[in-house]
């Protein structure tokens, strides 16, 4: 290789390094497009297939490793159905040439204890004046492809920010508003209603916030317009009546913060 290497000439280098650049560039944009998306989970899970597909080789597993080896065959074929929306949104993008303008996310450090607190403070003020709402918090499943037809805010979490989007009357309190961080990410948005039979007696919101956490890993929380119910929804599960102490305690122990749950901090009102 390296006797190769003495017959470059100058613009050989040049191409090459224009050939790695625009692979590199193309990768990146790759990555930008379904970061945020449900798309990260399925490729480490794909990635990890792989792995262990060649330990399972090493190891001389033979049985283990032909199963694998048929999934991963299956899985090549099945890769453009379950990447659909994301190549979907790709494709919209190049069409709209967007696709290579479009930016990474900014991500912050949270302070999640002051942002449950303004949470929970407007989920009861919202409460208290019978006044519906949904309000969904992402995790570690991105939320990007519920936030294309969405209004974008990116406005710092604040009770008063959230009461007046879920007014009556606002022309953003028809949807829900997506949370990232301690970040309004987004207001006005639909999200897909749950198939479950069993919530077919359930109002629009209640079966918005089950079907997105069936899809993914956020939480919802829910504001009755009928009777100012306070609910949270995890996991496809959904808890009804909550109280301010107790949503604040389910809300800091699912985003990481339980130690701080007993803190002393501010307290919201209703």
Known sequence: MLEQLRFFTWQDVLLAIVDIAVVAYLFYKIFTLIRGTRAVQLLKGVAFLFVLVSLTQW??????????????????????????????????????????????????????????????TACFNLSSQKTGGLIVLERET?????????????????????????????????????????????????????????????????????????????????ISEQTGTVSLASGGRLIRGLDPKTLREKLLEALGAQTTIQSGSRRPGK
């Open 59 to 120: 190891a001389r597993l033979y049985t283990i490793n032909w199963i694998l080896v048929q999934v991963r065959t299956m899985l090549l074929v099945a890769l453009p159905i379950v990447f659909q929306p994301e190549l979907r949104r790709g494709l919209e993008q190049i069409g709209r040439g967007r696709l290579f303008s479009r930016a990474l996310f900014r991500f912050q450090d949270d302070d999640v204890e002051k942002t449950v607190d303004e949470l929970v």
């Open 142 to 222: 991105g939320l990007e492809e519920f936030m294309e037809d969405a209004v974008r805010i990116d406005g710092l979490v604040t009770s008063r920010l959230i009461e007046n989007i879920f007014v009556f009357g606002s022309p953003l309190h028809d949807g829900a508003v997506i949370i990232r961080g301690d970040r309004v990410a987004a207001a006005a948005g639909f999200l897909p209603p749950t198939e479950d039979p069993v919530a077919v007696e359930l109002g629009s919101r209640h079966r918005a916030a089950l079907g997105i956490t069936q899809v993914s890993d956020a939480l919802a929380i829910v």
